[in-house]
């Protein structure tokens, strides 16, 4: 059964820092891995997908990474914000019929 | 993009009752829909997979007798919480597969947050 954890839980930073979050996997054959970003209350906004083939992914202050070997992928924000605050979960799909596993996310917040 | 929809974004309904939660896929046809739910503070936890056509395959551990779930047609899965406890609180999410070859792209709807007093 895949696991997916997210380190760390939570995160505070000062704004204008870049920062890295984590997520691993115990099982390699995946077929996506996606991060998203959830405000409280909210539903789920994603923000890079990449596919098992692909190592990276870019969006504006975004980048994500993805090492299948090792199990692991990262999500560097350049530059941040506080309204880069909110957790974020990346989630991993292990079938392509899009069944995915989430981590239990990491929560940013950005002081001003 | 493709966009999926949830309805109702919000629910508030006595014990007991049933409440029936709408998910469309907007502008792709989707034989695949997953349904997720959420507690506070806690990730999303994968209920069951919707397939037009066909019965439900539930998570274990989810009784499918109280999460009814069906898939009409191609854009519209519906999930029924039936004789809501307040325990069935939580935040529901559904999500439906865009089939783009290689490049499969998972949607995810807006949720909808159930509060059973």
């Known amino acids: 059964k895949q696991e997916v954890t997210q380190i760390p839980a939570a995160l505070s930073v000062p704004e204008g820092e870049n920062l890295v979050l984590n997520c691993s996997f115990t099982?390699?054959?995946?077929?996506?891995l996606q991060w998203f970003r959830q405000d409280p209350g909210k539903g789920l906004t994603s923000l890079l997908l990449i596919q098992s083939s692909q190592r990276e992914q870019t969006s504006g202050r975004l980048n994500a990474s993805l090492d299948k070997s090792s199990g692991r992928s990262t999500l560097y924000i350049a530059a941040s914000q506080p309204g880069d605050s909110a957790t974020y979960l990346c989630?991993?799909?292990?079938?392509?019929?899009?069944?995915?596993?989430f981590g239990d996310g990491t929560t940013l917040t950005v002081k001003p | 993009g493709a966009v999926v929809s949830q309805h109702p974004s919000w629910v508030i309904c006595k014990s007991g009752t049933s409440v029936k939660i709408e998910c469309r896929s907007l502008d792709f046809q989707a034989t695949t829909m997953f349904w997720y739910r959420q507690f506070p503070k806690q990730s999303l936890m994968l209920m069951a997979t919707?397939?037009?056509?066909?019965?439900?395959?539930?998570e274990q551990g989810v009784e499918k007798d109280k999460f009814l779930i069906n898939h009409a047609s191609l854009t519209l899965s519906t999930l029924t919480v039936t004789s809501a406890h307040p325990e069935d609180s939580s935040f529901y999410i559904c999500?439906?597969?865009?089939?783009?070859?290689?490049?499969?792209?998972?949607?995810f709807g807006p949720g909808t947050r159930l509060t059973v007093l």
């Open positions: 989630a991993v799909g292990y079938t392509n019929a899009g069944k995915s596993t």
């Open positions: 999500s439906a597969t865009r089939l783009q070859g290689p490049t499969d792209t998972q949607y």
């Open positions: 919707s397939n037009e056509g066909s019965k439900a395959t539930y």
């Open positions: 099982d390699s054959a995946i077929y996506n």
